[in-house]
């Protein structure tokens, strides 16, 4: 985490982008306050005059009545005083806070897909929920009862120096190290409370894998070792959240103890100075009775101040990544994507080099100088080992990451130079693992298309027909069919069930260019060859980038490029590159030269008796040590 | 199942109010001492600077005029004891700063503890009925909402309340008609309690409701950011997400808001109050019956003893939220974990993996069945594949031999036992099932590895690592083992995060292994890998393995093709080959596809 210098307050001052609007309310509910605590204060000496005057002196009904009709008037003032603080600074309060939560998210959504594979989850929601809930409370409470309790305490000090000023000079003197104490309070306090947020979001990661991860927990009986590993971490937090009260006490006892120690003194010298006839005894009972009513301020000072500090923690927190730069984002003077050839887009990959961000230096790029034409309307498959870049590659088309160096470009222009919104209209993808949300059937496959853009009827159509293609039958199957409500939170689908809508979605989004990663991996075989025939039928005309594993998939493709070691080693048709290529051959069948000098194994060999020669004879490849 | 129907109104609310107040006083029961302790050190911290004004009456009224004849004894005295008194009352002060934070946390830290267990005994039916993001709110938010009470909430109710008793006593033996006006004022007080009462909890749970709600947004989102951004999906989720923090800062707001009226109907009462006994007690003194000092003295008690009421509003109003959040979580404590614990468990120290399955009837949830009638045997030591389509059932046996879910009837007999009966570190101990999903947790490779066996030496881990051919992978990244991988291993691609979840199993050594699609996503040559290492590993075990590809089926001693939950054929993969039947077509499919 970097290590922030600027001030609370300075650091508090940024909290104005948010709260400017709610100002004029914040301000006039702390003058409410202000007021009720004043009138609080004068409701006493109210009580005092009337006692002394027209109970002792006058004796008529009449004046006790108006007397208590005064108390009265003073008292529902006050009551109101509270309300209009609580009316003022309410609506602010959360609006502020809704305005923060709403910022936060729409800045993790523009937030590049690398951004969020390096935050955790757990991280993130604790800056979303808790953070903000902690400046919201120190923003509608913590900030006005400051004011008002230093004020309060400034103004009862200004009454004790006019009552008797050498005793509160004194008081003054004594005040000194309280502000010092204060100080470095500040400095201890600040860094615990920021550890103890974030360890609290830490546990939030945990408690989020825990539940991520459950099947994996569940499948290997770890349930108990995640609960030590939690606990563990329950654990630092606890010790945290101590270290922080010790903190806290440390200055409570300063701030208790020091200015009651010093009206000790005080009270020693005052009656001496009484003694001397030097000041008078009603001074001395005087600056008493207001030493009273300012102690109380003094001692909420300590937990305003940890609570200011809590708040300056969240609140940092949350800056840190409402203002993370976005890398990925829309360049200043977008083009317009031409309109595509009668055959369809091109894809074309010009030396381009990725690696992740905050990989070691003296590791090599992902993608090293990878050149590749997709040509309109083609289907190209990519294939190479596990770990080979495939996936990296295929996602630097729509932008999900951007390219270290190179260049990507569709129909002549580079990706960076266009619309985020634009490209990705153009580029469809369905991923490996299948993303599906908490939404119905329908919605989940008309995803990528805009709302305006097509008619119900048209809609309720492509529905189909992507789904079709995608051999999901399976759907009208489920209890309410298309409406059936899918994802988290409806109904659990199996892998290749998952599989096949996120392909009907990319396929119903119709782009110029369809991305497919690996996309039938969980399909039955059977399943998978309908869903390649009805698939290459479809396709056509549609640019489309297919990372494959397996034969079956390539089976997609008119072409094929071999990804290895971070670069093309071969393009073209599948029976030519599995007769001449021998990375290829290797990668598809285990057979050939094997990099990692494992012999292929026997009983499968025999199993494949291919038609292609199978060669030994390939050539030694440069990566194979790695 | 919808959020909506789960968190819907018909539910019995007496009956979770006492659910949840059972669980606060379960809580509390571990820290009575140290709660108790609090509050007596609370109580004497109240005590300490009321000798304050004392002491000041004693110097001006002892200490001046021994001081004017020369004696600065008493004034010293005087002097010294509220010296003591104001080091005592910070002392105290802190200590009580101290003695409260650790009760609240130690309260904080047992009821993390109890959801995260429980929530791990829960069975995958629950986890997929309740969503992950609503666990993770009753994990997160909802436990804030209990910490904001604990913070504050003992010291400022026993402060508060024993200020107020204290007063009211002192009144009463003041001047008891006085004290009688005052208690008079109690009964709006509590009609106004309990209005309050009602209407924020109705308000907090709505609030609570609100945040589950946005929180379950938040998780699916960030989790599915990927497609978000690939369908250009940004606009309308933010919208969504717009649209429940209003909903939630609303229902916050109007709970702040009841908070607000509570509050200043409390601070009116008092008023009024105070006038009251001023009016009545006025006219007393005009009628001789009360004398002024008395009168002042009372007025000034009245006063007093409405000044904690804010501070009691408060903890009043945290209370409310907290007992809304409570109320969430003892629901989910109260959970019964559809797949229970054994009452009697049998040991199975040494299992030989014999698996039966006899007349398994089984459906999910209230579903349809998914295996009408489904009998099986795998002897120990076989090796078997599962064959079919899509939706066939085969996933559904794999989950029912791990036990992730029970059977409806019938039994799943490993060993001749049944696994409702097996010891649970048994049972995980003989059986191990890698699945198509394979998620990494953060932390190192090692560590997720080790997750197979967390007491594995770092050898036996690159062991494991090496026999599925992850150690050259490994190897290559920065810190080689100690290598921390991202958040659910997104550096990692999916082959890669498959052959972690195969190192675990091969570190985990069961005498039963259940592969459920657990090479989809590995490529040919890795999978050989893999399946060699297995080949070592599986000699003499029992392995069920589910593929779809029919390169990971072909090894196989037994192949089973299952349709529509039933077993329609039966053999060794040759066997089947030569019969022609379904099997026999996948094969020719699946040549025809490597051509």
Known sequence: ?626 | MSAALLEGADVDHAHVRRLSLRLLRSLLRPVAGPAWGTVALVVAAQVAPVAGPALVAVAIDRGLPAMRDGDPVPLLLAAGGYLVAAVLGGALTAAVVRAAARVSQAILLDLRRRVFRHTQLLSLEFHERYTSGRIISRQTSDLDAVRELLDGGITTLASSALAMVLTAASLLLLDWPSGVVLLIAVVPGVLLTRWFQARSQAQYRKQRTAAARLIVRFVETMTGIRAVQAFRRERPVAAEYGRLSEEYRGASAEGIRLNGLFDSGLTLIGNVTVAAVLLVGGLRVLDGGLEVGVLAAAVLYAKRFFSPLTQIGMFYNSFQSATAALEKLAELLAEEPSVPEPARPIRLPSPRGDVRLAGVEFGYGDGPSVLPRLDLHVPAGQSVALVGETGAGKSTVAKLLARFYDVRSGAVLIDDVDVRDIAPQDLRRALVMVTQEAYLFSGSIAANIALGRPDATRAEIEAAAQSVGLHPLVEQMPQGYDTEVDKRGVRLSAGQRQLVSFARAFLADPALLVLDEATSSLDVPGEQLVQRGLGTLLAGRTSVVIAHRLSTVMGADRVLVVDGGRVVEDGSPSALIAAGGRFAELHAEWRRSLR
């Open chain 1, 1 to 626: 985490m970097p290590i922030e210098r600027l001030s609370t307050t300075r650091a508090m001052a940024r909290l104005l982008r948010w709260a400017r609007p709610a100002l004029p309310r914040i301000a006039a509910g702390g003058v409410a306050s202000l007021g009720a605590s004043l009138l609080a204060l004068a409701v006493p000496q109210v009580l005092r005059e009337v006692v002394n005057g027209p109970l002792l002196t006058e004796g008529s009904p009449g004046a006790v009545v108006q007397a208590a009709g005064l108390v009265l008037a003073l008292g529902v003032l006050e009551a109101l005083l509270v309300w209009c603080r609580r009316a003022f600074i309410l609506t602010p309060g959360t609006t502020v806070e809704r305005e923060m939560r709403t910022d936060l998210f729409g800045r993790l959504l523009e937030l590049p897909v690398a951004f969020h594979d390096r935050w955790p989850g757990g991280q993130l929601l604790s800056r979303a929920m808790s953070d903000l809930g902690m400046v919201r409370r120190w923003l509608a409470f913590g900030l006005v009862m400051l004011v008002v309790s230093a004020t309060t305490a400034v103004v009862g000090v200004g009454l004790m120096l006019a009552t008797a000023w050498q005793l509160g000079l004194v008081y003054l003197v004594g005040a000194a190290p309280v502000v010092w104490l204060g100080f470095r309070f500040r400095e201890d306090y600040k860094a615990v409370a920021r550890q103890a947020r974030d360890q609290a979001g830490d546990l939030a990661t945990t408690v989020e894998e825990s539940v991520h991860g459950i099947r994996v927990l569940k499948a290997f009986g770890r349930g108990g070792d995640a609960l030590e590993d939690f606990a563990r971490q329950a654990e630092d937090l606890r010790s945290t959240e101590i270290h922080k009260a010790r903190t806290l006490s440390r200055v409570s006892f300063a701030l208790g103890a020091l200015p009651e120690a010093v009206l000790a003194v005080s009270l020693g010298l005052g009656v001496w100075l009484a003694a001397e006839d030097a000041g008078s005894v009603g001074a001395l009972g005087a600056f008493f009775a207001t030493a009273a009513v300012v102690n109380g301020p003094v001692e909420r000072l300590g937990q305003l101040l940890a609570m200011t500090l809590d708040a300056r923690a969240a609140l940092d927190r949350y800056i840190e990544v409402v203002d993370t730069p976005n890398a990925v984002g829309d360049p200043a003077a977008p083009r317009a994507l031409p309109e595509p050839a009668a055959r369809g887009s091109r894809v074309v990959l010009a030396d381009v080099r990725f690696r992740h961000p905050g990989a070691p230096p003296q590791s090599r790029d992902v993608l090293d100088g990878v050149d590749l034409e997709v040509e309109p309307g083609e289907t190209l498959a990519l294939v190479g080992l596990t770990g080979s870049g495939k996936s990296a590659l295929a996602q630097l088309v729509p932008r999900l990451y951007d390219v270290t160096g190179g260049a990507v470009l569709l129909d002549g222009v580079d990706v960076r130079d266009v619309e985020r919104a634009e490209l990705r209209r153009a580029v469809a993808v369905a991923f490996e693992d299948p993303i599906l949300f908490s939404a119905s059937v329908r919605e989940n496959v008309l995803l990528g298309v805009d709302d305006d853009a097509i008619s119900p009827e048209a809609a309720e159509a492509l529905v189909r027909e992507s789904l079709d293609v995608a051999s999901a039958g399976f759907v009208d199957a489920l209890p309410h069919g298309l409406d059936t409500v899918i994802g988290e939170e409806g109904l659990s689908l199996s892998g290749g069930q998952r599989q096949r809508i996120a392909l009907a979605r990319a396929i119903a989004a119709r782009p110029r260019v369809l991305v497919l990663d690996d996309p039938l991996s969980a399909l039955d075989v059977a399943t998978e060859a309908a869903v390649t025939a009805r698939l290459r039928a479809t396709l056509t005309g549609t640019t489309t980038l297919v990372v494959a594993h397996r034969p079956s998939t390539v089976a997609l493709a008119d072409r094929v490029a071999v990804l290895e070691d971070g670069r093309i080693t071969g393009v073209g048709r599948h029976s030519d590159l599995l007769a001449r290529h021998a990375h290829y051959r290797y990668v598809l069948t285990a057979l050939g030269p094997d990099p990692r000098e494992v012999p292929p194994q026997d009983s499968l060999s025999g199993l494949l008796d291919l038609d292609e020669p199978v060669g030994g004879a390939g050539r030694s490849r440069p990566g194979a040590e790695r």
